[in-house]
């Protein structure tokens, strides 16, 4: 077993099902110190000693937190920076489909507060911490169904006309647009950001939804690819020495690969950033 990552912090948001159950774990594995963050206290507690017990890596902790909303957000780096002083690498993975259209209860749309601020948010409150352990690193969980979708900045939030599908694909192109714009702007920092897709994956995804959609997920479920699969990339990002250095691309099956020429848009990302400043004034 190789221990590669013994030293090093790392925070896995949405750590308590999943993609992110599993990239916590296979990080605590490699010997990192992992900071689980969820909403739950129960399943973080649960996941925290499963965790525990199967990597006998007693460096696991969890943050629980609403990430949906900025008080959540600002909770969790106010906790972690109670707790620590470095921080190597932030896998933002927390996410969700939602559909029919929900505000939090700031009065934001939850696949916009949840899939984009919460990145968004979140990053930016770790930023120092994360300059200051540099090299550093951040994931993010993006999708490759941010593919043929476009910002529309008068329908940010769906206020004019809401689809779950079209929602949540926009978010995972705001991740996109996000993570090309943070590399932009933290060049020469010594940290680094990637985005990648997970692949249809047989997680916990859209189960939020009700029956239908989890029937969905159950008859599709034979042509995805386990969590194992799934989180592979995020592991991949996180410790890979093959990616040391490498900012500002977006990964499949441990390959970069180019997104959406949406994705590309630096003047959509920096009016994107912008308002997303707004938003956690
Ligand atoms: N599954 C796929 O096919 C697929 C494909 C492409 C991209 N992705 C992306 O992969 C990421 C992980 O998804 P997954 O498939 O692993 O889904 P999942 O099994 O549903 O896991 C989502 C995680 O996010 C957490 N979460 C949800 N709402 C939260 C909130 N308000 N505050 C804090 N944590 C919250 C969940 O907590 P609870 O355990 O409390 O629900 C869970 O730990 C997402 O960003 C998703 O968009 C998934």
């Given at each position: 077993m190789?221990l ?17 159950w599993?990239?916590a ?7 990192a ?7 739950s ?11 525990k ?18 008080a959540?957000?600002?909770?969790a ?19 969700a ?6 505000q ?12 984009h ?32 979708q ?7 939030q ?13 978010s ?14 933290l ?18 995804f ?7 959609v ?17 989180a ?8 890979s020495?093959e ?11 441990k ?27």
């Amino acid at each position: 077993m190789s221990l590669s990552m013994q030293g090093k912090s790392v925070i896995v948001t949405g750590a308590t099902s999943g993609i992110g159950w599993v990239t916590a774990r296979e990080l605590a594995r490699k010997g990192a110190r992992v900071i689980l963050v969820g909403r739950s206290s129960a399943k973080l507690s649960t996941v925290a000693e499963q965790i525990k017990n199967q990597t006998s890596n007693p460096l696991v902790e969890t943050i629980c937190a609403d990430l949906s909303t900025r008080a959540g957000v600002q909770f969790a780096a106010h906790e972690y920076k109670k707790r620590h002083t470095r921080l190597d690498v932030l896998v933002n993975n927390a996410g969700a489909i939602f559909m029919k259209r929900e505000q939090n209860p700031d009065g934001v749309e939850m696949t916009f507060a949840l899939n984009h601020l919460n990145y968004f948010h979140l990053t930016i409150l770790l930023l120092d911490l994360l300059k200051a352990t540099a090299p550093a690193r951040i994931v993010n969980v993006s999708s490759d169904a941010h593919r043929g979708q476009v910002i529309d900045f008068k329908n940010l939030q769906g206020e004019k006309e809401y689809s779950g599908f079209s929602a949540y694909g926009r978010s995972k192109l705001m991740n996109l647009l996000f993570s090309m714009e943070l590399s932009r702007r933290l060049q020469g920092t010594g940290v680094t950001v990637n985005a990648l897709h997970p692949g249809f994956v047989a997680s916990e995804f859209g189960k939020n939804n009700g029956k239908f959609v989890s029937l969905v997920m159950r008859v599709m479920s034979p042509i995805a690819r386990s969590v194992e699969d799934g989180a592979s990339t995020s592991i991949y990002l996180a410790s890979s020495i093959e990616v040391e250095g490498v900012s500002g691309q977006y990964f499949t099956d441990k390959k970069p690969v180019i997104p959406d020429s949406a994705a590309l848009n630096s003047v959509t990302a920096q009016r994107l950033w912008d308002i997303s400043l707004e938003h956690i004034a």
